[in-house]
Every structure is written in C-alpha cells, then in structure tokens.
C-alpha cells in the first residue's frame, strides 16, 4: 500500500464526440502518470437534449475519464478539460483518495 500525500482522483464524464481531444490533451500532460477511461452510459430526466435514438434507448453514451493526480495540479487539469470542451460539455468531480497501490 502506498499513497502520496495530496494524492486526488478526477472523475471526468465525456461526451463521445469530444473523447479523442480529451485523451489527446491529457497524453501531452507532463505531470499526468497516465489515466483511466471507459465507456459509459449516460441517464437523465432531461431528454430534450438527446437525439431521437437517445430518447428511444433512454440513455446517451459518454467516456468516463479517472486522473490520478497531485491536489496542486487540479485546478490546471481542471482548465486543460475545459479547453477540449467547447461550452460546458464535460462534468467532472475531484474525490480524496484515501489509499493506492499495486497489489
């Protein structure tokens, strides 16, 4: 077990159409170790924005991003998702990890 102090987890939810920028900017991150993604499905009471195979399926494919990073470097990733969003696109919360490792 080990964990590096001020170690947090961004969780990302991306939409499909934005997935190649998002996995482009994060591998030119210098400070990122690598990240964690997989597809998802995505459901909610607001339908007016799905497409009418969406609305059918009642769900909207997305990625979901998982960065293990330095609580100092969140605010720049933070910034670095908002550059590959074009108006909002991306949902993300930041957790505390309280252990990692390789087992």
Same mark, same amino acid.
């Given at each position: 077990?080990? &964990? !590096?102090? +001020?170690?947090?987890? $961004?969780?990302?939810? /991306? ?10 900017? @994060? ?17 909610? &009471? !607001?339908? +007016?924005?799905?497409? $009418?195979?969406?609305? /059918? ?10 960065? @293990? ?28 990890? /309280? ?5």
């Amino acid at each position: 077990m080990t &964990q !590096e102090q +001020n170690e947090l987890i $961004l969780i990302a939810i /991306v939409p499909e159409p934005l997935k190649d920028d998002v996995v482009d900017s @994060l591998m030119a991150a210098s400070f990122l170790s690598g990240f964690s993604l997989s597809k998802i499905q995505g459901f909610s &009471q !607001e339908h +007016n924005h799905y497409n $009418l195979s969406e609305q /059918v399926e009642g769900y909207r494919d997305f990625y979901r991003f998982e960065i @293990l990073h330095k609580a100092g470097d969140s605010a720049f990733l933070v910034r670095l998702l908002g550059a590959s969003s074009s108006g909002n696109n991306i949902r993300y919360w930041v957790s505390h990890l /309280v252990e990692s490792g390789v087992v």
